[in-house]
Nanobody
Framework: QVQLVESGGGLVQAGGSLRLSCAAS????????LGWFRQAPGKEREFVAA????????YYADSVKGRFTISKDKAKNTVYLQMNSLKPEDTAVYYC?????????????????WGQGTQVTVSS
């Protein structure tokens, strides 16, 4: 069992920054990767970024490359998503998720534990 708790969402103006945190607890040693996904109203959930737990590999959606950075602090069992140059189209509920299965980290179907989500709203 793994528990994930997101924090750091809020309201920000376009061009601003936010840092999301995802604190993991439980059987984190069994994790292959942690990822961030988002879901805007009326849209399907989409991949944002992912990081492998025991290696340094990172993955990003094209829409956030160069603006978002995913990182981890293994000592704190926490993954971060630094979001810069935010745009109104980044507005969504952001979810942290983790998978213990080696495979495509960009597909939400491969993730077995999810956080409750945190709202990010970017005003124009």
């Amino acid at each position: 069992q793994v528990q994930l708790v997101e924090s750091g969402g809020g309201l920000v103006q376009a061009g601003g920054s936010l840092r999301l945190s995802c604190a993991a607890s439980g059987s984190t040693f069994s994790r292959y990767a942690l990822g961030w996904f988002r879901q805007a109203p009326g849209k399907e959930r989409e991949f944002v970024a992912a990081i492998r737990w025991y290696f340094s590999s990172t993955y990003y959606a094209d829409s956030v490359k160069g603006r978002f950075t995913i990182s981890k602090d293994k000592a704190k069992n926490t993954v971060y998503l630094q979001m810069n140059s935010l745009k109104p189209e980044d507005t969504a509920v952001y979810y942290c998720a983790t998978t213990g299965t080696i495979g495509l980290v960009t597909e939400d179907a491969g993730y077995d534990y999810w956080g409750q989500g945190t709202q990010v709203t970017v005003s124009s």
